[in-house]
């Protein structure tokens, strides 16, 4: 099966108080409607046959995972910042997330022509090296890329971070690696503030990142136009072997927290053009892992019509 979509249930025990977009039922409709119309392609409960608290190590900092457990243990309302309440389940469900994401990634990049999309929450592209921050407790897809890159699995990999909002998290994990290359559209102005595009990498990663700042009321034909003249031929030129997304139906032109336009048929063309891009220069191995989205209602959708469009492209 060339599509395969990795969840754990764990990740919906983390809470947030009401009114918070971040919320179980994000998931919880995703995985519902991804099990009857994609039948036995949903993995739960998976193994990743690695430590994932020392693969988390391996990106953020120990005393902030230190801080983070301990929080959670002490029943802390919040950490770092308003963005990122607790509950008792917040650690395991971030855990979780991360095994689920490394599971997925280990899969993707074990075999030609491998496509694996991470259900996961909390979301991880806003995570910092020793901070949470906009939802996000530990950065899912830097966890998996360092893992796949450490292992041997990837020598070059690249991130395309479609999200509504800049990845800062990410970028700033990775900015200055000459190994990883890091590419986001998003809407600008917009939080977090970051994502200009000047901001092209530091010291040996310089040239390694890529920000396309998008202005609200951008619609399929504009985005998809700055996918295909800046994005995918900057990735094609880096030669990437392993292509990691990071997935954010937040773009969605009905979403509560953004003004960009993206329909589903947007969502398609993206699938269809990131399998392509990896047949051609990753032996067509990628992982999606699940960002922002909070239209609840579309988001069952959105998923699939972007993983069918996955499956147009192999």
């Known amino acids: ?24 039922e994000r998931l919880s409709v995703i995985l519902e409607h991804l099990i009857g119309a994609f039948p036995g392609a949903v993995v739960e409960e998976t193994e990743t046959g690695v430590d994932a608290e020392e693969a988390v190590r391996a990106v953020h900092d120990e005393r902030y995972v230190g801080r983070l457990r301990r929080a959670v243990e002490r029943g802390d309302g919040l ?26 990634a280990r899969w993707a990049s074990a075999g030609d022509g491998r496509h694996a999309f991470a259900a996961v929450r909390p979301p991880g592209h806003h995570a910092e090296r020793d901070r949470a921050m906009g939802f996000c407790f530990f950065n899912n897809v830097a966890v998996a890329v360092e893992h796949l890159r450490s292992t041997g699995a990837s020598e070059r990999a690249a991130i395309f971070d479609f999200d509504l909002h800049h990845g800062n998290g990410t970028q700033h994990l990775f900015e200055s690696r000459p190994d990883v290359f890091y590419a986001s559209l998003h809407q600008a102005p917009f939080y977090p503030g970051t994502g200009r595009r000047e901001e092209r990498g530091t010291g040996a990663g310089q040239g390694t990142v890529l920000n396309v700042p998008l202005p609200a009321g ?31 139906f937040d773009t969605w032109r009905g979403d509560p927290l953004g003004a960009l336009r993206l ?22 191995r990628s992982l999606s892992v699940l960002e922002g989205g909070y239209d609840v209602g579309a988001l069952p959708r959105l998923v699939e019509t972007y993983l069918r469009g996955l499956e147009a492209g192999l």
């Open 1 to 24: 099966m060339a599509v395969r979509i990795f969840t754990s249930r764990r990740c919906l025990a983390h809470h947030a108080p009401g009114g918070y977009p971040e919320r179980p």
């Open 79 to 104: 950490i770092d910042s308003p963005d990122n309440p607790l509950s008792p389940a917040t650690w395991d469900a971030a855990l979780a997330a991360v095994e689920v994401t490394l599971t997925a």
């Open 218 to 248: 951008t619609g399929d034909a504009e985005y998809l136009e700055a996918v295909d003249r800046e994005v995918l031929p900057a990735l094609r030129s880096f030669g990437t072997d392993f292509l990691a997304v990071s997935a954010g």
């Open 263 to 284: 329909t589903e048929s947007g969502f398609n063309a993206l699938g269809e053009r990131i399998a392509a891009l990896a047949a051609g220069s990753g032996r067509g």
